[in-house]
């Protein structure tokens, strides 16, 4: 008896680890390449991949002709995180380590207006055109503990395709805005984010 | 020997299915309930949960400044697509059967200036304030087979709580408008929605 109990237990574990293999795969779209925060040896980061399949958390604009012409980022700014980030965040009010923000730029439709506003069938307003640029925040306060704990990346402010690879911004590009937020919101605009800022999202059906 | 082989047959079995439940659990994030198109017996629809963590699309915004006091959603749209159906679009460059898009509104922040903007530190301009309503779009062609496949939900148009439950929105309220695109774009408003409009999306790095 001995003997088939061990041929038992070789078929149970051959089915378990099949079992195990053919439920555990990937789904068709989490195979899809998605990376957030590497860095090359030479400390340059890879342009993050699969990221409009984040969570989005939010679409400031800021038209340039609102603000004399020369707005810093004149598209609409589509900010992701990363959906393991963005639960942390739900849970604990903060982003952890090696958190990735990307604000991807976008710009205007073909302007009617000289306020940068398009007429559409849903009324006169701004609308989303072609992408625009790519900038990334990295939470890594040991490699980025000069500014606070977060680096700053920009892998072009043009159409598609961006740069591959990125240095740290300076903190003259970057950094240095942010710093106004420090100490209320860890270096993010995360007012501007209705689905982290404050409590509503408690109440939200998400 | 066919006894053991027997037994060993249901512990396999057994070891099998204990193996298949574990790897298939899902993942913390996508344990928290998500639904796209659930129907009542009265053929009312549930609001739709799990919506802010699927793929983003799009914000148009339409603010009531540009549309003298009477935009008819005054507010950022945020719009959401459930992951499979985005792929199917992204693949088949149209939405499958069952397809749901979420239209989320979004209050301007407290704005300070006569067009509704407001002054941030990115500049002048528009940023996300309390959630105020929510519009669905259905993909079923039998169901709604009277306005093109698509059915149209209002779960409310105001701050948070949502409807629990939305009856399908009349043909003024929401296909009227829709049907204008049903030759080119299904009855929706995909050429307002970089990442699924066109070509380009062949080139981005997702």
Redesign the interface.
Known sequence: ?RR??G???V??????????M???RPS??QA?QSSGAVFNPDGKMK?P?????W??V??????NA??SGK???PE???V?VE??N??AYQKAGKFPEGTVLVKEL?LL?KPT?P?G?QQ????????????NGMDVSVKDSKRFAGTNGWGYFTFGHHA???EQTAAESSIEECAG?HI??VAKTDMT?VQ????LRGS?QT????
Do not use: W
């Open positions: 008896m088939y109990l041929t038992a237990l078929i149970a574990v051959l089915i378990g680890a099949g079992a195990a053919f439920y555990s068709p779209s899809q342009l991949t699969g990221y409009r399949e969570v989005f939010g679409a400031p604009l800021t038209p609102l603000n707005a810093s980022f609409f700014h589509n992701y959906r393991k963005f639960d976008v439709q207006f306020d506003s559409a069938p849903s009324g006169r307003g701004y609308f989303e055109g072609d992408f598609l395709p961006y805005c106004g937020n605009y501007f984010y209705p689905v509503q109440t939200a059906k998400r």
